[in-house]
């Protein structure tokens, strides 16, 4: 059985910064593409930004470029998340998921293999 656990959320004032972690256990996940996503209170789940297997393809969503880096651990089984120049409407549930590859995450989000529980991002003004 595999696990996606996420870790870093908190709270952090409008300006700051947060990395967050996503680490597999069960299965080596070095051949899924993974990504992060977030729902905030009432609305949709989005993807904010996704990595392939071998970490040479990212995607990101156009509200998170420039401030947001995806990337994978030198032994692929961890997926981070650097979240700078954070403002409040980035205030969410954070959630990384693994696919085949991340043609998944941007048209068929619910073929996403594997999802972790979470972690929670809170930005005051």
């Known amino acids: 059985q595999v696990q996606l656990v996420e870790s870093g959320g908190g709270l952090v004032q409008a300006g700051g910064s947060l990395r967050l972690s996503c680490a597999a256990s069960?299965?080596?996940?070095?051949?899924?593409?993974m990504g992060w996503f977030r729902q905030a209170p009432g609305k949709e789940r989005e993807l904010v930004a996704a990595?392939?297997?071998?970490?040479?393809?990212?995607y990101y969503a156009d509200y998170v470029k420039g401030r947001f880096t995806i990337s994978r651990g030198n032994a692929k089984n961890t997926v981070y998340l650097q979240m700078n120049s954070l403002k409040p409407e980035d205030t969410a549930s954070y959630s990384c998921?693994?696919?085949?590859?991340?043609?998944?995450?941007?048209?068929?989000?619910?073929?996403?293999?594997?999802w972790g529980q979470g972690t929670q991002v809170t930005v005051s003004s």
């Open positions: 998921a693994a696919a085949s590859t991340i043609v998944v995450f941007t048209t068929a989000v619910s073929r996403a293999d594997y």
């Open positions: 990595i392939s297997w071998s970490g040479s393809s990212t």
């Open positions: 069960g299965r080596t996940l070095s051949t899924y593409a």
